[in-house]
Each structure stands twice: as structure tokens, then as C-alpha cells.
């Protein structure tokens, strides 16, 4: 790892622009236990593509400092804690460029496969991830490594399914997508 990156976290002017509905109610979902770790030399993703060194370097950071979300390119780095969906919408609403950037996140369901296609993301390494959040993916060709595939994603409680991956389950258009997560988001505050 180079030393001169630098690793930061979304500053006050981000977070304000990001958080006009303050509160966002965190859906994380089950955590997923039992993962051989971090595979040496890169993993592979199902059409045998070696993940990239910047994206081994974003995965092995998400599991050695405990991050849910890791986002890299070059110098810059993005990491957080929030559970669910939260950061992937607060990125989108702050509007930077994050095109190229690889992205390491312990769960992946189809609303948040959408809103990489969105942020443009090249390349995703998910702990978990869904059946509907991998064609998502091959869809709109971001390369993909996982650790474990489920068909669906399960609520915090594991009593359902996510609220969020089902609110977009039949959908096909990321922006589309996008919006139906944010009136999702905000139908949990009323």
C-alpha cells in the first residue's frame, strides 16, 4: 500500500448536503459470519477475472479495520460504518465523480448493485450478495468477486427479506431504481 493515500471520511459539507432527511433509519442486514477471510493473490470472480490489486487493497482493509463500505481509486479513499443503503445514497446526492473508483462492501442487494451502476464503479468485491444484485451488475459490466451468493438478501431481524432490495426487486432502470429507494428511505420517517 502506498503511504502517501490518503483516507477520509465524508466532511460537514457533504454530510449536510447528504442528509436532508436527517435520521436515516439503518438497514443492515444480517451479518454474515464464517468467511474464509481475505483470499490471497485476488480472487476470482464466476468468469475466472482476477480482482485488481486496488480492489484486494480496498476488501482487505473493509475486513481488517471492520468498515461496511470501502471506496478507492488511486489516493483516494472513502470508508464507512453505516449499515445498509445510507452512504451509497448519500454519495449520490453530493454528486462528486466517483467513476473508476472499486468499491469493497460487506453486503450487496439489487437496490445497492443500482446505485454502483450510478456512481459508475468498476469493480466490486461483496462479502455477500444477492442473485438480483449480481445480474444487476453483469448487466451494466462492473466486474464482480464475491465471498458468498444468496438468493436474496434477509432483513436485520431475519424475519424477511431486505425492504430495500424488495422495493426494487422488479425494477430495471438504475435511476428509476434510485428513486423508489429514496421514497423508501423516507417512508420509514412518516
Known sequence: MRSSRTSRRLNKHEQKCASSDSGWRDFWLKRYTGRG????????SEDGMRE???LQEAYELM???????????DDDLIT??????????MLLQIGNDYSGHVAADKV???????????????EIHAGVISEPALAVLKENGIETVYDELVPMIRNRDNTGFCPMEQAVLDETDPQA???????KTRSFHN
Do not use: N
Open 63 to 73: 475486513v481488517k479495520e471492520g468498515y461496511s463500505l470501502v471506496l478507492k481509486k
Open 80 to 89: 464507512g460504518h453505516e449499515r445498509g443503503i445510507k452512504m451509497l445514497l
Open 177 to 183: 431504481a434510485f428513486r423508489k429507494l429514496l421514497e
Open 108 to 122: 450487496v442487494g439489487k437496490g445497492a448493485a443500482f446505485l454502483y451502476v450510478l456512481l459508475k464503479i468498476k
Open 37 to 44: 477471510g481475505v483470499l490471497q493473490g485476488g480472487a476470482e
Open 52 to 54: 485488481s490489486k486496488e
